[in-house]
């Protein structure tokens, strides 16, 4: 088994040969991928030398004091969180060998085609479409919703309904698709905020190689799991420092702002201040848990409480400013690569977490996902399970 000790000695074998300094970033990152040391419980050869994953800290911590590059994980966090685990559960020794390197290292982008206007909380009601054709490949039509960084993505993993006469989770196909196939359409979605960071996608006969297929055919509501499961671990478990993120900037707002004070708005802003906190030590025990393993329904959880603390936190910085908080400067429409919460200003800040309780999972079905598979109670009812597809009403 792998060492700290030895992997700190890789870590600086790779700092000799690519002094960060003087070497290209995109040849260090690639470097770094060879050695092993991208994410470092990944197998030999795909970034990672079959370590524990608690090590990671070690060679990012070595890699950080000398002042190394790195992959701009916000930028790539759809490919890095979603995508790669669930190539390296679900593909071929090709599609893996093909597709994790240049996605660690940034050279390709990745987005998620699987929202769609009718199937959105209910993501297994699906409607697009994949028929294959008599040379093996698949053909795609249809239309997708709400993807992020599509505008800006190389590949896109997506699912489609390759058999209507199956029931609507027994019916899916799990696929990556080239962004750049003439039959791939990407509209701008302008948000409340003037940004148009989602996207509308139209699939207008796409062709996809029966080798971008991740899992079997009908197989793919299993595997979209991994990537869901995955999505809201990166949602809801990210790395906070103490008093970071959304409650930091009130936080500071608060200390250097002493006449916008009361004492009600002191009050509240403890609360949220223990429940940021509670909600960063619950991330970092979740972290723990991911070292046994793959993520499990407790991310759901996790997403949940994201998404309600920052709506509160961002509603009470607004309501502490005052008027000011209702100053909102920037309406003209944007294509940002990546969202900004800190960086902005209270109002933004305000109106961005709105679609929280939407975005990688709606508050409502989490609360389900909670309820059913982490407390044990009992299902809703659902009469659609063993329904064809085609049959279903919609």
Not at 24 to 31: G, I, N, P
Not at 259 to 271: F, K, M
Not at 284 to 305: D, F, H, I, N
Request: aromatic residues 6%.
């Amino acid at each position: 088994m792998t060492t700290a000790e030895e992997l700190r000695v890789l870590t600086e074998k790779l700092l000799e040969e690519y002094p960060p300094a003087t070497a290209d970033r995109t040849d260090f990152l690639r470097a770094r991928f060879d050695a092993g040391l991208a994410w470092v419980h990944y197998p030999v050869g795909l970034g990672g030398l079959d370590a524990p994953r608690a090590l990671q800290a070690v060679v990012d911590a070595e890699l950080a004091a000398a002042g190394a590059p790195d992959n701009d994980p916000r930028k790539i966090g759809i490919g890095l969180g979603m995508a790669a685990p669930t190539v390296l559960a679900h593909g071929s020794d090709e599609v893996k060998q093909r597709f994790l390197r240049p996605l660690w290292v940034g050279e390709e982008v990745w987005c998620q085609l699987f929202s769609e206007p009718g199937a959105g909380s209910d993501l297994a009601a699906l409607a697009t479409r994949a028929v294959r054709d008599d040379g093996g490949d698949w053909i795609v039509d249809g239309q997708k919703v709400w993807t992020s960084s599509a505008h800006t993505a190389r590949w896109a993993i997506l699912i489609a309904r390759t058999d209507p006469d199956a029931p609507k989770h027994r019916g899916i196909t799990y696929f990556v698709c080239d962004m750049t196939d003439p039959g791939v359409e990407v509209r701008p979605l302008r948000q409340i905020t003037g940004e148009a960071e989602f996207n509308e996608v139209f699939l207008t006969g796409v062709r996809i190689p029966d080798a971008h297929r991740l899992g079997e055919v009908g197989d793919g509501w299993r595997v979209a799991q991994t990537t869901l499961m995955n999505e809201r671990v990166s949602i809801g478990g990210a790395r906070i420092p103490r008093e970071g993120g959304m409650i930091g900037k009130l936080a500071t707002t608060w200390r250097e702002r002493p006449e916008l004070r009361t004492h009600d708005l002191h009050r509240r802003l403890l609360d949220h201040w223990v429940y940021a906190e509670v909600a960063r030590l619950a991330g970092e025990r979740l972290r723990q848990q991911l070292v046994a393993g793959r993520p499990g329904p407790e991310g759901s959880a996790m997403k949940l409480a994201f998404a309600r603390l920052n709506q509160a936190i961002s509603g009470l910085e607004v309501e502490l400013l005052g008027d000011e908080g209702l100053l909102y400067g920037e309406w003209e429409m944007r294509r940002p690569d990546l969202v900004d919460f800190t960086g902005r200003d209270a109002g933004y800040r305000y109106l961005r977490s709105k679609g929280n309780s939407i975005e990688g999972g709606t508050s409502e079905v989490l609360l389900n996902i909670v309820a059913e598979r982490v407390l044990g109670l009992p299902p809703e009812p659902r009469n659609d399970k063993d329904v064809a597809w085609k049959d279903l009403a919609r």
